[in-house]
């Protein structure tokens, strides 16, 4: 099951495995396993153990709380590989575990494989573009929000697809939220900073069109808001390399999201718009931005002279239509 559908207060398994790695949603996923335990017991009921070994994790697990009730017993940072005894230990755990006791096991780097036929298995990886807005209007509708469709796109495109900051932009919204709790985009493009992917997107996006107004709009915007020149550029030669690469490779989108540090949905938004380049002229404008962004630190250009040139080079180059 994905983390998205977990219930508050519901354990699935006494044993759960938390795989995928992605941060929101492990976080996520332990709160609503362990929110059936009153703050005041949670020091007594809730074990949390830091990369700990397997004798350690199966002590813990098989003690009962302090409080006699069902415990809760969380096992985050292990990264390293278990050795074969620690394997046959917390197995021998999970084949019959104390029922009344709930072992959660994070699991980043699929370190807990070998329980997975034991374990309960919660799928924390982002959500595809609608299971998260289908996440995210439940979540709206939970805090008395009712998010127009080309808001939840407008707000899911400036998160980069990160729910959990959009959830965090959706409980600061509740806050200014007009009677009736409707949110348009226009409230959106208000209260909400798109993050620095998103503007590099949007600006790269108009220059590579030769829109001129657009790319002015967002240069405009982008200096109200109080960005500096020297992460316009920044975005820009990173974005660059990006759609290079993407021009040249051909990977798909989740191994080139590990490849450039970016979620998958921020490679299918960037496909299309490599696809203009030639990967010549790709290449020429990732090495001539990379060459502005290293004159600008070395003292031979001011950073609004790197960033005129950085636009006036991508405005003349000719796009393949």
Known sequence: MKASELKKGIRPAPVCLLSGGDGYWTSYACTALTSSVPAEDRDLRVDVLDNPDARDIVFSAAMPSLTGEGKFVVVTGRTGKLTKDEEKSLISYCEDPVRENTLILCDEKGVFNCVKEYAAVIDCVPLDTQESKDYLYGYAAGI???????????????????????????????????????VTADIIK????????????????????????????????LSAAGVQ???????????????????????????????????????????PLAKKYS??????????LNDLEYHFKSGRLNVDEALNLAICRIMGVRINV
């Open 144 to 182: 008395g929000l009712r998010v127009q469709p080309p808001a939840m796109s407008l707000l899911c495109d400036y998160c980069n697809q990160d729910a959990g900051r959009a959830s965090r932009e959706l409980d600061k919204i509740s806050a200014y939220a007009p009677e009736g709790g409707i």
């Open 279 to 288: 990967a010549v002229t790709l290449k020429r404008l990732a090495d001539g």
């Open 229 to 271: 020149s020297a992460v316009i550029l920044r975005s820009l030669a990173s974005t660059y390399r990006g759609l290079l690469f993407l021009r040249i490779s051909a990977p798909d989108d989740n191994e080139a999201a590990r490849a450039l540090g970016v979620k998958p949905f921020a490679v299918k938004k960037m496909r």
């Open 190 to 221: 208000m209260l909400v900073a798109p993050d620095e992917r998103a503007k590099a997107y949007e600006l790269t996006s108009a220059l590579s069109s030769g829109n001129r107004a657009a790319a002015a709009e967002y240069l405009t915007r």
